[in-house]
């Protein structure tokens, strides 16, 4: 053996001869070598530090007396710092190993060479990335020869030598030049035979023993530790302990091999292949969780004795063998070491839960050819080996400490080292984790595809359903594991089945809905309510709200603003907006038409869909709409006819006394306030002059809602009239009007040629072009004029005063407005907001004719305008 080993050394190095006791043979030697001289030229501060081995009469002894050792120093004089730190401290050449080990130095012929095949100093590193980096630290290196040299080796290892041995192998870490060859060595390795096991239990047990053990450095090093969570029960089922039997021998294996080779000092690429070896039939996923699971093996023994060392003597016993004692005393120098430790230890979970949800992907949502999943399973194997690699590195740090104690631990480089991989190992994450979320993104649109189509089939007319549940769980929540709804009566949780074969009327609103939407409704819905008995009362409302779902969590302003409409819904609520799932928000956007504005979708008890938005009968028929159904909605277009009663019913009573009492009223509106002014005025007028009682209301305008205080308060100021001093009733006025239209809009009779339709569609008209005043008597309305022609025709009373006394005062003063009318020809307009459904097109009240289409852009300069919900 020692001739094979001096015959090996013959080969690599040429033989030193000269004088024996002298600096110039020491110098003769290192330059003899040609890997120290290159080193002496490329490194500016080998040339002082050789000096200063020089100098040294004892280190230049040990160069001329044992050729290996001039190999050694080759490899000092390669790195940098080792180099300056010899130069900037005197007393550094004598503390050197080549020093201190003298004599140990001079019995070990075999320093520097080549050790069971385990590369030497100047061999290139078989298939290791990083070629042709010196490796210190191979066993016998410096190192006495005793009868057991791995364990003699890892008893006598001093710092600097870790410290060398770390740097040999941080060149092969970073370099990524021989990648290649070495994923193809790792790929050769792998012959998974097809069997396949759960490895989620299993890595939920490690992690918990990481987390425990990390946990267990802070509390030592900072003397804090966060709340232990207790572990579930289900890890402790029979099934997984069934599994953990089966597996068991394979995880002592690693276990024991990653112990035996960090003792040992073995290359970390050899010992990561032999781990690989092991694993050649599992996937890789199991590998990862296998090899995690015998590293925490072996990392919470070690914290579980520091843990309960100082109150357990069998436990104190064993933790002076490893020294723990001593290393717990110095936590302050070895707090980099640990926190380094704990750094990588963490990537290397979060790596492992990444390949194992790679696993867990449906295959029926993905497949391996989809783009991001096809990059993720070529860069697993790159991943697994790096992670494994990384537990061989952290085996050695924690089998280093306990052999050697808590001076290995001073010195930054290891934990410079530890970090180098934690960075590397993090951007293989990240890199990973890239690629699952854009797996997570393409699976859920699949499935949201999926839930489309399904929403689609169940709300087929064609399609029969036994009762509602099918359909209200698959628009609000499937699952069985919580409860969705929160009752606004109680504040009560309850499950979907309050609602079973009940008539619902889903309440479809953004965040944005207005208060005085929300107070007319509960005052229609607690109408309903006081007569539970009554027909029209057997029907429940649940609120459907309909969040942006781009930003989860919820923004904390979102939140709160949903948290405070829920607090005022007096019905059934959705009490997570997040529970409404996006497909389920484009099928109320797509097949329902919901934009921003409010609708109120009606459900059968057998889930049908009866009106695709019932909210226009609702506002102006309330729970007389019953069952709001389009049938029902037809049957009451049916009934009504053009009166008073039809625009401010469940408005205001005292004008409906007005009614009752037969009186002539008018009705007005505008933000004209000399308009105003002067129709005001002229009505007064004219009336005293005919001598009969008249009543007028100003109601305002549908928007403008600032201008329609200011106008409000001068009729106040000036007593003109009476107005309506409540927006809410502003606002209800205008949204009935709308709700008109759109009702007829909905059942697809927008230009039916009835009278009712006709007038219903001028006052909106006229409301968007200027003033405009309604003339009736009792019920009966005459007059529905615009600004234009209804002063004039009050201005001109002269000439048909004449008639009042024969044909009274409303038919008098319809006359002459129609006569005026029939010459001005106020042009008609309308305005649909993009939040609402358009018509294709819509003919003119006045003529007959197809409107033409215009795109316009309006500001009323109104914080809060009153469109209402639907215009």
Aim: glycine letters at 6%; charged letters at 20%.
């Amino acid at each position: 053996m020692d001739q094979q080993q001096k015959t090996t050394l013959g080969a690599l190095q040429p033989p030193m001869t000269g004088p024996t006791n002298n600096s110039t043979a020491a110098a003769q030697a290192l330059l003899n070598n040609p890997g120290a001289a290159q080193a002496l030229i490329n490194n500016p501060g080998a040339a002082a530090a050789a000096q200063a081995l020089l100098n040294n009469p004892a280190a230049a002894q040990a160069l001329v007396n044992n050729p290996g050792a001039a190999a050694a120093a080759q490899a000092l004089l390669n790195n940098p710092a080792a180099t300056q730190a010899l130069v900037n401290n005197p007393g550094a050449a004598a503390a050197h190993p080549l020093h201190r080990g003298t004599q140990p130095l001079l019995n070990n012929h075999g320093v520097g060479q080549p050790h069971m095949g385990v590369p030497g100093v100047g061999q290139q590193h078989m298939g290791v990335p990083g070629v042709g980096q010196q490796h210190m630290g191979v066993p016998g290196a410096i190192h006495a020869s005793i009868n057991k040299p791995r364990t003699a080796q890892a008893l006598m290892l001093s710092p600097s030598d870790s410290h060398a041995l770390i740097r040999g192998d941080r060149g092969g870490m970073l370099s990524m030049s021989d990648d290649n060859v070495m994923m193809k060595q790792i790929l050769a390795t792998h012959v998974p035979d097809g069997r396949e096991f759960d490895v989620g239990p299993l890595l939920y047990l490690v992690e918990d023993i990481l987390n425990r053990a990390t946990q267990q450095v802070d509390y030592f090093v900072k003397g804090t530790t966060q709340a232990q969570i207790e572990m579930e029960e289900k890890t402790l089922q029979a099934s997984y302990i069934a599994m953990l039997e089966a597996l068991t021998y394979t995880i002592d294996r690693i276990a024991s091999e990653l112990s035996y080779k960090a003792l040992g000092g073995s290359d970390a690429h050899a010992t990561t292949t032999a781990i690989f070896n092991l694993l050649s039939s599992y996937a890789w996923d199991a590998k990862l969780v296998l090899s995690l699971s015998a590293f925490a093996l072996n990392y919470g023994e070690f914290w579980l004795l520091a843990q309960i060392y100082s109150t357990n003597q069998l436990a104190k016993s064993m933790a002076i063998l490893k020294q723990l004692p001593s290393l717990l005393e110095h936590t302050a120098p070895l707090k980099p070491r640990f926190d380094a430790l704990n750094k990588l230890i963490r990537t290397m979970v979060d790596v492992t839960k990444c390949v194992v949800h790679f696993k867990e992907l449906p295959s029926m949502y993905i497949s391996p050819d989809v783009p991001a999943m096809a990059t993720a399973m070529t860069h697993i194997p790159t991943a697994v080996y790096w992670t494994i690699r990384s537990m061989v590195a952290c085996a050695t740090q924690i089998s280093s400490l306990s052999s050697m104690g808590h001076e290995f631990g001073i010195s930054t480089t290891e934990s410079w080292e530890l970090s180098t991989l934690a960075h590397k190992l993090q951007n293989i994450y990240e890199h990973l984790k890239q690629q699952l979320n854009f797996c997570y993104q393409y699976i859920e649109e699949r499935r949201d595809v999926e839930t489309y189509k399904m929403l689609l089939n169940l709300f087929d007319p064609n399609v029969l359903h036994i009762d509602n549940m099918k359909i209200l769980k698959a628009l609000i929540y499937a699952k069985d594991d919580k409860l969705p709804l929160l009752d606004g009566a109680t504040k009560r949780q309850v499950s979907l089945d309050v609602l079973r074969r009940k008539n619902v009327l889903l309440l479809i609103s953004s965040l944005e809905i207005a208060s005085d939407e929300l107070a007319i409704l509960e005052q229609i819905y607690n109408e309903s309510r006081v007569h539970a008995t009554r027909l029209e009362s057997q029907y429940e409302v649940v609120w459907i709200p309909i969040v942006d779902h781009s930003i989860v969590p919820l923004p904390e302003e979102t939140r709160t603003k949903f948290e405070n409409l829920l607090s005022t819904m007096p019905w059934y609520s959705v009490q997570d907006p997040l529970l409404i799932q996006k497909p389920v928000i484009r099928f109320i956007k797509e097949v329902w038409h919901f934009k921003t504005k409010p609708i109120l979708v009606v459900l059968d008890p057998q889930g049908k869909v009866v009106s695709p938005n019932a909210i226009h009968m609702m506002w102006i028929w309330g729970s007389t709409a019953f069952p709001f159904t389009s049938l029902r909605e037809e049957a009451l277009w049916r009934e009504e006819t053009w009166r008073l009663e039809l625009l401010v019913d469940g408005i205001d009573p005292m004008v409906l006394n007005w009614i009752k009492e037969d009186k002539c009223i008018f009705l007005y509106g505008g933000d004209d306030i000399e308009w105003v002014r002067r129709f005001a005025t002229s009505a007064r007028s004219a009336a005293s002059a005919s001598r009969i009682p008249l009543e007028m209301v100003y109601v305002g305008k549908s928007r403008k809602r600032e201008q329609v205080k200011k106008v409000t308060g001068v009729i106040n100021a000036e007593k003109l009239s009476y107005a309506w001093q409540d927006q809410a009733m502003v606002w209800f006025f205008w949204t009935r009007i709308e709700s008109m239209l759109f009702s007829k809009i909905q059942l697809g009779r927008a230009d039916d040629q009835d009278p009712m339709m006709q007038q219903i569609k001028k006052l909106l008209s006229y409301d968007r072009s200027g003033g405009w005043a309604v003339l009736s008597r009792g019920s009966n309305i005459a007059v529905n004029g615009h600004s234009t022609t209804v002063l004039p025709a009050l201005g001109g009373y002269d000439e048909w005063k004449v008639n009042v006394a024969e044909k009274g005062f409303d038919l008098a003063f319809k006359e002459y407005h129609d006569k005026i009318h029939d010459v001005a020809h106020p042009c008609c307009r309308f305005e649909f907001p993009t939040t609402t459904r358009t018509p294709e097109n819509m003919r003119c009240p006045e003529c007959h004719r197809i409107m033409e289409k215009y795109a316009s852009f309006i500001c009323c300069h109104d914080e809060q305008g009153i469109p209402g919900s639907l215009f």
